[in-house]
């Protein structure tokens, strides 16, 4: 019985990745819970962390105690994914596996419980638009349609020069500059590596980052619009103009 539930769901799985690109990305995700070998995604390609990172992996172990070494998953699954272009396969998640002495699939439960965690390859430049309410009210399911359209991609693909990809984040903390959306940088390796946020942005705006993003320029992150300073009011503000009072503690000696 559960023989056959298993080959079933096994089937459900190999057809997803067969289907129609209209139909892909509604099971993308499910797919990917589970791992299947490919030519360039496969426990048996050797992978280890480059000399100039086995450096930060001994730094990153000793913010931890000895006995304690797995508290070091995230940090190190972060690391692996930087150096490998922004994604991880699996065996980069051995690899960590081994340094934290735990099995694989302690691992595996982490790398597939975090959206921050890329188990298909992605773009050197690998865009995620917020789509929480906030902005989602502001706008946030317009801008992500400028960037696949301008891209020519569907969510969750990489564009044909390996470049871009667009994908979907939930809340990160910049609902008061909403919409907004993040660039994680892999185009330079771990060396390189950053992660900026581009916020109040436009439809138009998106497309404009992107096009500097491709010539190689560094766009100004932060708020997009000129009339704000980072996350204050358009304008300046309006209230809370002087400097603020302390708050009221009791005379302890007068207790």
């Known amino acids: 019985m559960l023989g056959r539930l298993a080959a079933k769901r096994l089937l459900e ?125 502001r706008g946030s399911r317009d801008i992500e349609s400028a960037l696949l359209d301008h891209l020519g991609v569907k969510r969750g693909e990489v564009t044909k020069d390996g470049l871009f990809s667009v994908g979907e984040m939930e809340c990160m903390g910049c609902c008061v500059n909403a919409p907004m959306i993040t660039v994680a940088d892999y185009s330079n390796g771990s060396e390189g590596y950053t992660y900026n946020y581009f916020e109040d942005v436009t439809p138009e705006k998106v497309v404009e980052i992107v096009e500097k993003l491709r010539k190689g320029e560094k766009p100004p992150h932060g708020t997009q619009n000129s009339k704000r300073i980072k996350c204050g009011p358009e304008g300046g503000n309006t209230t809370l103009l002087g400097e603020p009072k302390p708050p009221q503690f009791r005379d302890l000696d007068a207790c």
């Open 13 to 137: 799985i190999r057809q997803a990745f067969r289907q129609p690109p209209t139909q892909v990305s509604r099971s993308f995700s499910t797919a990917l819970n589970y791992h299947l070998d490919s030519p360039d995604n496969k426990p048996d390609l050797p992978w280890e962390f480059s000399e100039a990172n086995k450096s930060k992996v001994k730094e990153i172990l000793s913010y931890y105690p000895s006995n304690y070494k797995q508290s070091a998953v995230i940090p190190l699954l972060d690391l692996a994914q930087q150096q490998h272009g922004g994604w991880l396969p699996v065996s980069a998640m051995n690899a960590v596996a081994k340094v934290i002495d735990v099995a694989p699939i302690r691992v595996y439960e982490v790398a597939t419980f975090y959206s921050m965690f890329n188990r298909a390859k992605v773009g050197k430049y690998h865009l995620l638009v917020c789509g929480t309410t906030p902005c989602m009210i």
